[in-house]
């Protein structure tokens, strides 16, 4: 482990969000304490191996992981027939567009791209997959711990996609991930937005790194979840395929819902 990762205030929620990767140098961990009117930001914990991760899981009341929780129903579908030997399902859809885009795209990843326009990394064809393996190793280490993994949201751990909450509260500022006065910018926006946020040291590590950045994102929106301000599955067949497919939160009500995080409760 790099660092401790506790330093909790008595009496807070505590929020944690993680910004994870493949490997643990690209990875990044931000606690915040919610407190009544204020909300301490700890000092991001990067690189965040998987003991890391772990701890801070067990140290929060809601954590928001940006990574895929799951694969698309189709696609395993799919591989499952091609490993037992049976025909592929689609065989005569081969070059439909449609069809791949089944195999690609989760329920929930559908749902972000009517809401911002935009589709996800596939979890199934880009090498976010890679992350996921790993995420599903920690999420199984999480349950061999006792705290077993609902993929819709409902318990500790959810999942999370922080450019999508951007888009929502109207923060996203293309380019962030490249240019650091683009994210320098976005931070500044961001405090103007909720000056309940607060960073006892700097918060100079979030002007610095995106992934430090997004890691506070996620933080933020397990602070929405626990408010109950994202919106679940929204549809029966929703809420089936997220079961194990994974569904992403999103901060539901807009740019206002933002405000909502510092409220009491």
Not at 105 to 124: F, K, M, N, Q
Not at 132 to 157: T, Y
Not at 167 to 191: A, C, F, I, Q, S
Request: glycine share 8%.
């Amino acid at each position: 482990m790099t660092e401790s990762s506790v330093m909790i205030t008595m009496g807070a929620i505590r929020t944690v969000g993680v910004d994870l990767s493949a490997e643990p140098d690209r990875t990044a961990i931000c606690a915040v304490n919610w407190t009544s009117g204020a909300a301490s930001v700890e000092p991001p914990i990067r690189p965040a191996d998987d003991a890391s991760v772990l701890a801070a899981c067990a140290s929060a009341d809601r954590v928001g992981i940006d990574c895929p929780f799951g694969w698309p129903e189709p696609f395993l579908a799919a591989v499952s027939a091609h490993a037992a030997g049976q025909p592929w399902p689609g065989r005569h859809r081969t070059t439909d567009r449609d069809h791949r885009r089944e195999l690609r795209y989760r329920a929930t990843d559908y749902r972000i791209h009517e809401i911002t326009g935009s589709w996800p990394l596939s979890v199934s064809t880009d090498r976010i997959g890679v992350a996921a393996m790993r995420c599903a190793s920690l999420l199984d280490s999480l349950a061999a711990q006792g705290a077993p993994v609902d993929r819709c949201g409902s318990g500790r751990v959810v999942e999370v996609y922080p450019a999508a909450a951007l888009h929502v509260w109207r923060l996203l500022r293309p380019g962030y991930k490249r240019d650091r006065n683009v994210l320098d910018t976005m931070v500044t926006e961001l405090l103007a937005r909720l000056p309940s946020l607060l960073f006892p040291l700097s918060d100079e590590p979030f002007r610095r790194s995106d992934h430090a950045f997004d890691a506070l994102i996620c933080a933020l929106v397990a602070r929405a979840v626990q408010r109950g301000v994202t919106a679940p599955p929204q549809t029966g067949d929703q809420l089936r395929r997220a079961t194990f497919e994974g569904w992403i939160h999103l901060p539901d009500g807009g740019p206002e819902s933002l405000t909502q995080l510092a409220a009491v409760g």
